[in-house]
Structures are given as C-alpha cells and as structure tokens.
C-alpha cells in the first residue's frame, strides 16, 4: 500500500461532525501559519525547530515537496483543527524510524481527533514500510501521553531539561515508542482496521 492508495482526501466522524483528512502541500502554508499561531507555545516545545519562524515552515514545505517529509491535515469545513507529520531522515542508519508529530488546536483536544489522525499516521507509516515510530511530549502532557500508550505506546526515556521555554525554564521530554510492525497482527485493538483498509 503506498500513501497515494490511501485516497485522500477522505472524510472521517468524529465528535458528530465531518472531519476532511488530506495530505498536506505548500498550498497549505498560510493556513498553517495561522494554525500554529493559535497555538500555546508550551504545546510546540516537543519540536526539533520552532515552527512559528517563517524559515522553518518554508523548510517543512521544501521538505514536502521532496518527499522527506509526509503530513495530514484535518479541517472542519475551511479551518485547520490538526495536523500530523511523520518525519523520515533517509540518509541516516535508523532510516526504518518514523518520528510521529501531532498537533490539535485546544478546542478539538479530548473529541477524538488526535486519535484519527495517530490513526492515519499507522496506515502511512504501514504503506512506507517504517518499523517504528517514535513521539517526543513535555512530561506534563497527560493527557496526550496516556493517549499514545492508549495505543500501544511505550515510553523508552525522559529526556532531563531537553527544552528550554521562551523565559528559559526547563522542561522534559518524554520520548514513547512503537513497533509498526507490530500493526498487522494488532490492527483491531489498536483502532486503526479502518486506517489502514480502504474506505469508500
């Protein structure tokens, strides 16, 4: 299965209303940018870079377009709500190693779409033939950790004082793991039969 076989976009419920899940292009930019603007600082601080800067989102789409990079965006109706992005370095020795990041604007935290979307990133993940995935969060994102181990999950380290928030405090990093391969015999109890089948 390749990511183009996945047919999006494609409509997914959640929470009662319509979510249109595609892939992301660098027609995206704007509304990204104004996505991410809405967004509490403390919730960007799992990042490599800071996506607020101008330079770093041309690098996400530059990153796109040559394939290093696969992302998902979730609308309701016109307006951003999620995005994902498994990160790939192909020219490093743990290229068979995804780094998942998920993204949920504060109103539509706890309704399911980060499920959808982690959801959606198993299917991709799955279809490039990556065999695990890894998620990075501050220690104090519960509600997001207990939901990633939800899904099979596990942490593998905290990462001491790894960031450093715009008043210079520290924070740690959780960093949580999965075995993707382990999707095919699992698919069910893990919630993703739907992701990772077609749907019409």
Known sequence: MNIESRGYPRTVSCDGETIE??????????????F????????L??????????????????AIKRG????????????????????VDEMSWPRHVGELRVLVTPSWRGRGLGRV???????????RGLEKLTVQMTVDQRAAIA????????????????VKDCEGKAHDLALLSHN???V????QAYGVIDAVGSRD
């Open 68 to 87: 290093a990079l696969t992302s998902l965006v979730a609308r309701v109706g016109t307006a951003m709500v999620g995005c994902s992005a498994i990160v």
């Open 45 to 62: 601080l799992f990042l490599r870079r800071d996506i607020r800067q101008p330079k770093v989102l041309t690098a996400w789409m530059d």
């Open 36 to 43: 991410i603007g809405a967004l509490p600082v403390h919730d």
């Open 117 to 127: 979307l982690i959801q959606e990133s198993f299917a991709i993940a799955l279809g």
């Open 180 to 182: 993707v391969a382990s």
């Open 21 to 34: 899940i595609t892939l992301m292009s660098p027609d995206d930019s704007g509304a990204l940018s104004t």
């Open 184 to 187: 095919h015999s699992t698919k």
């Open 147 to 162: 939901l990633f181990e939800e899904l099979g999950f596990r942490a593998e380290a905290i990462l001491g004082d790894q």
